[in-house]
């Protein structure tokens, strides 16, 4: 546990090292601003609610998120920082935790920082704060999903631009999974249930939920499972990977 | 202790390591010799933990690296190929970081900190980041890494690549201070550096174990091993006379036209017999040495083979 409160520190001390947190912070502040008010026309709706705040954000993440887990390990491994690591007295597991935690206490930051949002909507009106928490809530599970699959996938490569490419495509999928986009790409040679199955991977269908207020135990236990899932991929693509 | 049992390492189909098996105890220097590609790295990478081994294990004071891996690591400092480090984080933070994930706490943390530090010269450097040294000061943070939680068993993967004669020449030093006590390993492709700092050396090439003893045994095998070299005018002629002495193999012309180096037969001692002649023929001779070998030959005539 003391190593991976160690790891988690010093990684988390590393964004903010170099100018990409602020970078990061600034351009997600401002993008989910304009996304807000021009796109989700929030005055002229004329309701106390922050839906057209929240609508926007997996794909506000689809190409932050990617751009944030590039680096996870890429960078380590491009480094060969990733030798280091894993030859002093840490587990893997304890590695891939720390970085990764590292990472979504990062985006929680960014997060966070929208909070003159919710003041605005508080000072004009009067929302059921609930809602907006259960949707905060949803919105960082939702970024804690889409970072697992870019982590994971930055455990493949050395090249970032190549994990930030593939890590958006696969986000991408899985945001899109419930629509005919990608379903209509299953139907015609899986059987139904199966269909049925990747349909009830779409982030976005979970996400919806839970900003509507709906805390549903299926919907967050989808969120944590994909979370476990990626990493333990992740952990296994490092462990192969590692020698080259 | 370090016990390296049938190491192997295969890459697809290339074998990198091949049944690899030596030991080091402590007090020992060895020096891990090979051609680029021989699979020095590997196997430390295979000892250090890094990567896993395709057959074989190693033990390091009886912790064996894949049972209990934890328990390995903590006994070994590891300085990887390159002296990685976090370019982000300043010396003083990457020290400290690396204090922390040795869970080295209190008065010994500190003392050990401060003594690192003041070894290695990094005073000046310490509130730098890593991205801003230059190559020396990288590979000394490196180096200080690998000692600070003082490990009985220190592995350096090419210690002193990249560094100027006066920073090599301080890296060998510290060394030779911490050998007494300590097992290290160290890899080179630097020769000079065997003689200079390793009580043993092990050639591979290939993956295969090709030679294993002290510098000295390994130099023993050179045909230059006991060559005598004599720098004197009438070179030609004094080359004919010490040919034909019995304990003479052969004698080769040296780097200029006054300089002869005559080789001896398995076993001989030549300089008296080439003492004999110089006062018999009352030659002035301007230069006259004898050789201890050339590592450099013996590592082409070891590995020359195999790398071909």
Known sequence: MNNVITLFKRELRAYFATPLAYVFIVIFLVLSGIFTFYLGNFYERNQADLDSFFIFHPWLYLFLIPAIAMRVWADERKSGTIELLLTLPVTMWQAVLAKYLAAWCFVAIALALTFPMWLTVNYLGSPDNGIILAAYLGSLLMAGGYLAIGVCVSAFTKSQVIAFIIGLTLCFLFTMSGFPLVLDFFRGWLPGGVVDAVASLSVLSHFQAISRGVLNLRDVAYFLAMIVAWLYACAIVIDMKKAD | ?308
């Open chain 2, 1 to 308: 202790m370090i016990e390296v049992e049938q190491l192997s390492k295969r890459f697809g189909e290339r074998l990198a390591v091949d049944a690899l098996s030596f030991t080091v105890g402590p007090g020992e220097v060895l020096g891990f010799l090979g051609p680029n590609g021989a699979g020095k790295s590997t196997t430390m990478k295979m000892i250090t933990g890094f990567i896993r081994p395709s057959a074989g294990t190693a033990r390091i004071n009886g912790y064996d690296i894949q049972a209990a891996p934890l328990a390995a690591k903590r006994e070994m400092g590891y300085l990887p190929e390159g002296a990685p480090g976090y370019g982000d984080m300043s010396v003083r933070q990457f020290l400290d970081f690396i204090a922390d994930i040795r869970a080295m706490s209190g008065a010994w943390r500190k003392e050990r900190m401060d003594e690192v530090i003041q070894e290695i010269h990094l005073e000046q450097v310490l509130d730098q980041k890593i991205d801003t040294l230059s190559k020396g000061f990288r590979r000394r943070v490196g180096v200080a890494q690998a000692i600070l939680h003082d490990p009985r068993v220190l592995i350096m993967d090419e210690p002193t690549d990249g560094l100027d004669p006066n920073q090599k020449h301080e890296v060998r030093n510290l060394i030779h201070g911490m050998a007494k006590d300590k097992i290290i390993v160290i890899s080179t492709h630097i020769l000079e550096e065997v003689e200079a700092v390793c009580s043993r050396a092990i050639v591979i090439a290939r993956g295969h174990l090709l030679a294993d003893g002290t510098p000295e045994e390994l130099m023993a095998r050179s045909r230059y091993h006991g060559a005598v070299t004599l720098d004197l005018d009438n070179a030609r002629e004094a080359a004919d006379l010490l040919g034909q002495l019995p304990e003479v193999a052969a004698v080769e012309d040296g780097d200029t036209d006054t300089e002869i180096t005559v080789l001896p037969r398995e076993g001989q001692a030549l300089m008296a017999a080439i003492g004999r002649v110089i006062d018999q023929q009352r030659w002035t001779v301007r230069e006259l040495y004898q050789q201890k070998g050339r590592l450099d030959e013996v590592f082409r005539d070891i590995t020359g083979g195999a790398a071909a």
